[in-house]
């Protein structure tokens, strides 16, 4: 059987190379932002659908978040009695978040996503 990977023209691949790029560069300078631009790659771009970009995305985020905080971790930027507290709530709310993910509408996350992006990005300015 043929992978998926020997069917994606040339430029397809580039594409994906160039978003996974600025997506790691993002997420390693800014600490968050890099998930939302693999979203969006994957919505308007690669023509995914809605729960299937953002899970992917979740899973490619991981390597990047890996890397980043390593480099990090070495240069002593780490909030360590921080981490922890929030890492639990996190660990939760990630699981909440991936169950419900399975159970919204695709029209209904896509708003979501929308309002989420409009609320950060006011956040930015003050």
Not at 28 to 57: M, N, P
Not at 63 to 82: D, E, Q
Not at 101 to 121: C, D, E, Q, R, S
Request: aromatic share 8%; hydrophobic share 55%.
């Amino acid at each position: 059987m043929e992978d998926h990977e020997d069917r994606l023209a040339t430029s397809d691949k580039i594409k994906m190379g160039t978003a996974g790029l600025l997506a790691g560069f993002v997420n390693g300078l800014l600490g968050s932002g890099g998930g939302v631009l693999i979203v969006l790659y994957l919505t308007i771009i690669a023509g995914a659908g809605r729960k299937k970009a953002q899970a992917t995305a979740i899973a490619v985020i991981l390597p990047l978040t890996v890397l980043s905080s390593i480099i990090y971790a070495k240069g002593g930027y780490f909030a360590w009695s921080h981490l922890w507290k929030v890492s639990l709530g996190g660990v939760a709310g990630a699981l909440l978040g991936a169950v419900l993910l399975n159970k919204l509408k695709p029209k209904l996350l896509k708003k979501m996503f929308g309002i989420f992006l409009v609320i950060m990005g006011v956040r930015m300015f003050f």
